[in-house]
């Protein structure tokens, strides 16, 4: 009789850990394995688990402009060049750890949900480009050649380099942090009852607020709200409704956070408070800090149903800064990259420069706070905005002030001029 051998159906335990070492040794292959965990994260966060509010619609642009970029990555690694392929490990290996990052952040905090939970994937992805990148140019260093010509060689690699990290790495970083984090979910210490509303933007987001009711028929929108409470008690304490305003991305609103669009979470703050019986639709004012501030100079610019607004703290919107001379070519196509990246990741364009808009809310009254040297140019910017501006309009230089705190500063004059021109332009001949 004959006997038939029938090879084992299982691999040996050798098999298989010589195929994982196959696998460790084979470089293109770690690099896709890299590239696919920070792509899974990018899938999970536009498409599969996107933030409350929003659709895998609403981020077509932000999940498949940076997965199309991995994959032609890992399509194309194998045919470059060691210097070439170790560049790119290494650079989309520091941008997947930062994609990472806002995951992570949110993990530590304990406020994670959703896509965070893959956020350490990316990170783990990252770590592995980033390691294959020097691994690469040592194996294929090469010998051939003077050893000046081998030595200038090496220190033009170790050059490009901090370069890459400079105009590349750092404003792409910088952008997905920027559009990815915010304040968690905090409530406000107002020391007077209020209610918990909510704020219904015209692109059906649902925004967490607080308000405080009107006694002398007129309400101040307070943006952003939770983290400004000493200045909603100052207008509480003179008789102002106050809706302090949490932005669409950030605590308990929905939405992404998308700064360059909260002029649609102002607006709809505007809509609501025309809505109560207690504050006369001619008698709402908007009152903003830093970014919040420059939004607020943006929606008063479209709409007149904020009749008075107060920005404080407003500088350069991300991307945009004055340069000339040698710090146009340094810092310029940091700029440029940085505002491609920020339109990327935001799925929004950015707004129009302030400078440009702000002439428009005229003659409704326009007051502009500052510190010096403040944060975000605002100390360039501000005599600008004022000189663009028409009238009536005001402008304050806190003396002593740190970034968006004046009241801190010159608590007693502060609360005295907020108060005197929200009187004037709300309260006037009521």
Same mark, same amino acid.
């Given at each position: 009789?004959?006997?038939?051998?029938?090879? &084992?159906?299982?691999?040996? #335990?050798?098999?298989?850990?010589?195929?994982?070492?196959?696998?460790?040794?084979?470089?293109?292959?770690?690099?896709?394995?890299?590239?696919?965990?920070?792509?899974?994260?990018?899938?999970?966060?536009?498409?599969?688990?996107?933030? #409350?509010?929003?659709?895998?619609?609403?981020?077509?642009?932000? =999940?498949?402009? &940076?997965?199309? /970029?991995?994959?032609?990555?890992?399509?194309?690694?194998?045919?470059?060049?060691?210097?070439?392929?170790?560049?790119?490990?290494?650079?989309?290996?520091?941008?997947?750890?930062?994609?990472?990052? $806002?995951?992570?952040?949110?993990?530590?905090?304990?406020?994670?949900?959703?896509?965070?939970?893959? !956020?350490?994937?990316?990170?783990?992805?990252?770590?592995?480009?980033?390691?294959?990148?020097?691994?690469?140019?040592?194996?294929?260093?090469?010998?051939?050649?003077?050893?000046?010509?081998?030595?200038?060689?090496?220190?033009?690699?170790?050059?490009?380099?901090?370069?890459?990290?400079?105009?590349?790495?750092?404003?792409?970083?910088?952008?997905?942090?920027?559009?990815?984090?915010?304040?968690?979910?905090?409530?406000?210490?107002?020391?007077?009852?209020?209610?918990?509303?909510? /704020?219904?933007?015209?692109?059906?987001?649902?925004?967490?607020?607080?308000?405080?009711?009107?006694?002398?028929?007129?309400? /101040?929108?307070?943006? &952003?709200?939770?983290?400004?409470?000493?200045?909603?008690?100052?207008?509480?304490?003179?008789?102002?409704?106050?809706?302090?305003?949490?932005?669409?991305?950030?605590?308990?609103?929905? =939405?992404?956070?998308?700064?360059?669009?909260?002029?649609?979470? *102002?607006?709809? !703050?505007?809509?609501? *408070?025309?809505?109560?019986?207690?504050?006369?639709?001619?008698?709402?004012?908007?009152?903003?800090?830093?970014?919040?501030?420059?939004?607020?100079?943006?929606?008063?610019?479209?709409?007149?149903?904020? +009749?008075?607004?107060?920005?404080? %703290?407003?500088?350069?919107?991300?991307?945009?800064?004055?340069?000339?001379? /040698? +710090?146009?070519?340094?810092?310029? $196509?940091?700029?440029?990259?940085?505002?491609?990246?920020?339109?990327?990741?935001?799925?929004?364009?950015?707004?129009?420069?302030?400078?440009?808009?702000? !002439?428009?809310?005229?003659?409704?009254?326009?007051?502009?706070?500052?510190?010096?040297?403040?944060? %975000?140019?605002?100390?360039?910017?501000?005599? +600008?905005?004022?000189?663009?501006? %028409?009238?009536?309009?005001?402008?304050? +230089?806190?003396? @002593?002030?740190?970034?968006? %705190? @004046?009241?801190?500063?010159?608590?007693?004059?502060?609360?005295?001029?907020?108060?005197?021109?929200?009187?004037?332009?709300?309260?006037?001949?009521?």
């Amino acid at each position: 009789m004959e006997t038939i051998a029938h090879a &084992p159906t299982d691999r040996p #335990p050798q098999a298989f850990a010589a195929r994982v070492a196959g696998l460790v040794r084979n470089e293109t292959a770690l690099v896709r394995i890299g590239l696919g965990a920070v792509a899974l994260h990018i899938v999970d966060d536009n498409f599969l688990q996107p933030e #409350p509010g929003t659709s895998a619609g609403d981020h077509l642009v932000s =999940g498949l402009v &940076p997965i199309a /970029v991995f994959a032609v990555a890992a399509a194309a690694y194998p045919r470059l060049r060691a210097g070439i392929r170790a560049a790119t490990a290494m650079t989309l290996g520091a941008v997947g750890i930062v994609f990472g990052a $806002p995951g992570a952040y949110y993990l530590l905090d304990g406020n994670a949900s959703g896509d965070h939970y893959t !956020g350490p994937l990316a990170i783990l992805g990252g770590a592995v480009l980033l390691v294959i990148g020097p691994v690469t140019l040592w194996k294929a260093r090469s010998s051939e050649g003077s050893r000046r010509r081998r030595y200038l060689r090496r220190s033009l690699m170790l050059a490009a380099v901090p370069a890459v990290a400079y105009f590349l790495v750092f404003p792409i970083g910088f952008s997905y942090v920027y559009t990815h984090t915010g304040p968690t979910a905090s409530t406000p210490d107002l020391g007077v009852p209020y209610e918990s509303v909510t /704020v219904t933007t015209s692109d059906s987001l649902k925004l967490t607020a607080w308000y405080v009711p009107s006694m002398n028929r007129a309400a /101040v929108i307070v943006f &952003p709200g939770p983290a400004r409470a000493k200045e909603a008690r100052m207008l509480i304490r003179d008789g102002y409704g106050v809706l302090l305003l949490e932005p669409r991305g950030q605590g308990s609103s929905e =939405g992404d956070n998308v700064r360059w669009a909260g002029d649609r979470d *102002l607006l709809g !703050g505007v809509a609501y *408070l025309q809505s109560r019986s207690d504050v006369d639709p001619s008698r709402i004012g908007g009152f903003g800090f830093s970014v919040g501030g420059e939004i607020l100079l943006e929606a008063a610019a479209q709409s007149t149903g904020l +009749k008075a607004v107060v920005s404080e %703290g407003a500088g350069f919107r991300a991307g945009e800064a004055d340069t000339s001379g /040698v +710090k146009r070519l340094l810092v310029g $196509p940091v700029l440029t990259v940085m505002t491609a990246a920020t339109t990327v990741f935001s799925n929004h364009r950015p707004p129009r420069p302030i400078v440009d808009r702000i !002439g428009r809310i005229a003659p409704r009254s326009v007051f502009l706070i500052y510190a010096e040297p403040g944060m %975000g140019g605002e100390n360039a910017r501000q005599p +600008k905005y004022y000189a663009a501006a %028409g009238e009536p309009k005001a402008i304050w +230089k806190v003396p @002593g002030a740190k970034h968006t %705190g @004046g009241i801190d500063a010159r608590p007693a004059e502060y609360e005295q001029r907020v108060i005197a021109f929200f009187d004037r332009a709300l309260l006037q001949g009521a």
